[in-house]
């Protein structure tokens, strides 16, 4: 499946900033990130354990983990902090006017 699914609109994440999006037809929650004004979409959920990412901080292009600090290049999902070793699942991800798609397969 090669398929671009609407996941927000982009006015709904800040400059530097990260959103949860649930979606209907997806048992689980996304990401959705705003670096500098290009945009980019992960799993919400920490690899390290049951949190949501989107409840952490952004710096720097990656994402801080809220429970334990580790953190994860938000553009290649690499692991970059300590706890965290396992790769977070990325989503190509794209601006069409003023809404964000990404390929969720
Ligand atoms: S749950 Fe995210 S770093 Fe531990």
Do not use: W
């Amino acid at each position: 499946m090669n398929e671009m699914t609407f996941v927000c609109k982009a006015a709904e994440v800040k400059e530097g900033g990260v959103k949860q999006v649930s979606l209907p037809a997806f048992d689980d929650e996304f990401a959705v990130y705003n670096l500098g004004g290009e945009f980019f979409v992960t799993d919400d959920m920490c690899t390290h354990g049951m949190v949501s990412l989107a409840g952490g901080d952004v710096q720097d292009g990656q994402i801080f983990c809220p429970l334990h600090g580790g953190a994860f290049d938000i553009r290649t999902g690499a692991a970059t902090e300590h706890p965290c070793k396992v790769r977070l699942k990325t989503y190509p991800a794209e601006l069409r006017g003023e809404d964000v798609y990404a390929n969720l397969a």
